[in-house]
């Protein structure tokens, strides 16, 4: 089944890299199930549960997960996710996402080097 | 101090990814590798430990307001779950300098790809004239 397979691609990305995998299965439910964007985005994080789950053993496994900064880091993003709904809605989209390309870029230099 | 950091990292990464939709994850990897010092290896690891409990509270929230397709939901992650192991198993097998080259070009083709969405003109809020 085609939805199995974006769920194997998915999750080999998201497996791989240690991400969510989001950014691969909401375009294709948008553009190839022609699934709602709010769907798409929900359903999206239904999956990643799976996902991170499976992922997040092998890495525990390997005992390469840093319990500690992951337990603080999930309590700002637990804030931050409410406060960022709530505030950013007034900075324009435009600049906010060529300002994270920006960012990600600078940060794809210091990783390369 | 370090504590603090974390929880400010968190907070970001909380915000632009609830914002932009673009996965917290993308930020919180390099920041750990590149401000705290972190493993390849482990900043992904404990990225995913902060992306499971994240995934599962959105998820509640979602399937509360009904808006889980299940029907795709379901076999999308029996695949999800078998393409992440065998994805997490290669990281594993990696070097954590071949790792940390691949993000690296993840991170450049998204952020390309997030910049030439952004050079599209908007939809148009207001019909237009006649």
């Not at chain 1, 691609?9 to 890299?17: M, N, P, S, T």
């Not at chain 2, 379901?74 to 300098?97: F, K, N, Q, T, V």
């Amino acid at each position: 089944m085609k939805a199995v397979m974006l769920g194997v691609v998915a999750g080999f990305v998201g497996g791989l890299f240690g991400v969510g995998g989001g950014i691969i299965v909401v375009p294709a439910l948008v553009l190839f199930f022609h699934i709602a964007q709010y769907e798409a985005s929900a359903t999206s994080v239904a999956v990643i549960v799976a996902s991170s789950a499976a992922a997040l053993a092998s890495f525990a496994g390997d005992g390469a997960v840093d319990w500690n900064a992951a337990a603080l880091i999930f309590i700002g993003a637990g804030s931050g996710a409410a406060l960022g709904t709530r505030y950013m809605q007034s900075i324009p989209e435009r600049f906010l996402t060529r300002t994270i390309a920006v960012v990600m870029i600078v940060a794809a230099i210091r990783l390369a080097t | 101090m370090e504590v603090l950091w974390l929880v400010i990292l968190g907070l970001v990464a909380g915000a632009v990814g609830a914002t932009l939709g673009v996965g917290g994850g993308l930020f919180i990897v390099p920041a750990l590798v590149v401000f705290f010092s972190l493993d390849q290896h482990v900043a992904q690891g404990t990225s995913l430990a902060v992306i499971l409990p994240t995934a599962v509270i959105g998820t509640v929230g979602h399937a509360r307001r009904g808006r889980v397709k299940w029907s795709m939901a379901l076999p999308i992650a029996g695949g999800g779950l078998l393409g992440a192991l065998l994805g997490s198993r290669l990281a594993l097998a990696l070097s954590g300098d071949t790792l940390r080259m691949l993000f690296a070009v993840l991170l450049t083709i998204l952020a390309i790809r997030m910049f030439a969405r952004s050079l599209r003109p908007p939809p148009s809020k207001t019909p237009s004239d006649i």
